[in-house]
């Protein structure tokens, strides 16, 4: 029961990555479509939602459940992400969406696997200062403004998020072995960065 209610969660998670996602798509500002993406994050923060990149951040801080619940949770954000862009693909701009995320993700299929990993290493401690900012800064202030700039620049950077490239992923239609191998890289490189970013925080904070 416990893993059903977390799967719930997960794929409540790749919903709202899956409206971030349809936004970004949606309008031809980069800055203006990464600040909008962030209503992903701020709704799942919020919630309470369980999200692959914002949980995996944290998994030495845990027990082993804690760890065995992180396929549960990636499987439900692949889920979310896909019923997201299965309802677009419905809609009127489900067309425009749709071959702005063929470029998006040509361009993804195109990189090496070692670049698409340090990426995914590099989004991930953007994640982590998103998510830890928004559970310890006292301010409530700082609090949304560490989602709102922990989204915004890696998304600017052009870092890869793999809860977002699984939406773009399914808007696009290119799911292939190819793009299967990208999402488990790149969620490796999401897992490598954001633990070990959360580590050394960690390390930081309990020194003397």
């Not at 922990?150 to 998020?161: A, D, K, P």
């Not at 897992?191 to 925080?201: I, P």
């Amino acid at each position: 029961m416990k893993r059903a209610k977390i799967l719930l969660s997960a794929v409540l998670a790749g919903l709202c990555v899956g409206f971030g996602g349809i936004v970004f798509l949606s309008v031809d500002n980069k800055v203006i479509g990464a600040a909008a993406f962030t209503i992903g994050l701020f709704v799942i923060c919020t919630f309470g939602f369980h999200l692959f990149t914002g949980k995996v951040c944290y998994a030495l801080q845990n027990d082993r459940n804690y760890a065995f619940d992180l396929p549960v949770i990636w499987l439900g954000n692949l889920i979310g992400t896909g019923l997201t862009a299965g309802c677009a693909a419905l809609t009127r701009i489900g067309p425009a969406v749709h071959e702005k995320a063929i470029s998006l993700c040509q361009i993804k299929l195109n990189d090496s696997l070692l670049s698409l990993f340090f990426l995914g290493v590099l989004c991930n401690i953007f994640i982590y200062i998103a998510v830890e900012g928004y559970k310890s800064n006292p301010h409530e202030l700082g609090k949304y403004l560490s989602l709102f700039f922990g989204v915004m620049v890696f998304i600017l950077c052009g870092t890869e998020h793999c809860v977002a490239d699984m939406f773009y992923f399914w808007m696009a239609g290119l799911w292939s072995g190819r793009a299967i191998l990208s999402i488990l890289v790149i969620s490796l490189g999401n897992a490598v960065g954001g633990v070990l970013f959360a580590t050394l925080h960690r390390i930081v904070r309990s020194a003397p």
